[in-house]
C-alpha cells in the first residue's frame, strides 16, 4: 500500500523544514509550500491525503485556503498555528479543520495526529460497509457519503466519522471522552467542546430543527445519542 501524501504549508522555512524532514523520515510522500498561492498550484498537482496548514500565510488566510481545498478533495487538513485560543480552534472546526495543533509543538505529538488522522483511511471491513438507512437518511461507508432525501450532504471527513459511528450504534449514549476516543481516535487534551462543535454542525445539514435535534439528541450530563426515527412516524409526517 502506497504510503500517505501530505503537504505541508507554513511560511516559516525553519518549521517547514522541521516538519517535511520528520515526516518524511515516517515514510510519508512530502511536498511543501510556503505561501497560499504555491500551496495551491502543489495541491493541485500533488493531490495530497493530508495538508498540515499554518493560518497566517502572507498572501493568503489559512481558513479560506482549507475550505478552498477541501472542496476540491476530501482531503484532511490539521492546522498548525501560534494562535491557541479556544476561539480560534473552534473557527478552524467550524472551518473544516480535522485537526488543531498549537505552536509550540513537540514531533512526537504531531506524529501522533497525523497517524490518527490518517487512520480514518484505513480500508473498512465486511460489517463496516454496510450502508445505514434510516427513514430518508442514508449513511454509506464505502463511499464516504451521506443522503437526505436523495440530496448529497456535505460532511468533511471527521463529520462523516462522528456521524457513522453514532448510527452504528443507534440508541447508545456516547460520554464526550469515549466519543473522541473512538472517532479522533487517540487522548485528545484540548476543549471536550470540539465534540459539541462537530455535532452542531452535522445537526446543520441533517436536522428539520437544530433547536429540537431529533436524530442527534443530547443526554444533558452525559453526551449524545443517534436516535433512528421512527418510520410510521415518518411516513406520516410525509
Sequence with gaps: M?????????????????????????????????????????????????????????????????????????????????????????????????????KPFSLGELQVRVGAILKRQRPVTAAEQQCLTFSQLAIDPVRREVTLNSELVPLTALEFDLLHFLASHPGRVWRRTELIQKVWDYEYVGDQRVVDVHIGQIRKKIEVDTNQPALIQTVRGVGYKFEPPNQNESAEGS
Excluded: W
Excluded at 502506497?2 to 515526516?23: E, G, M, Q, T, W
Excluded at 491525503?49 to 481558513?63: C, F, K
Excluded at 501560534?82 to 480552534?89: C, F, L, P
Design 2 to 102: 502506497a504510503s500517505a501524501k501530505i503537504l505541508v504549508v507554513d511560511d516559516d522555512p525553519a518549521i517547514r523544514n522541521l516538519v517535511y524532514r520528520f515526516l518524511t523520515k515516517q515514510n510519508y510522500q512530502m511536498e511543501s509550500a510556503e505561501d497560499g498561492k504555491s500551496a495551491m498550484a502543489v495541491f493541485e498537482q500533488f493531490n495530497p491525503d493530508l495538508v498540515i496548514l499554518d493560518l497566517n500565510l502572507p498572501d493568503a488566510n489559512g481558513y479560506d485556503l482549507c475550505q478552498e481545498m477541501q472542496s476540491r478533495t476530501g482531503v484532511f487538513v490539521l492546522m498548525l498555528t501560534s494562535r491557541s485560543d479556544e476561539a480560534d480552534k473552534i473557527k478552524g472546526f467550524h472551518q473544516g479543520a480535522d485537526d488543531y495543533l498549537t
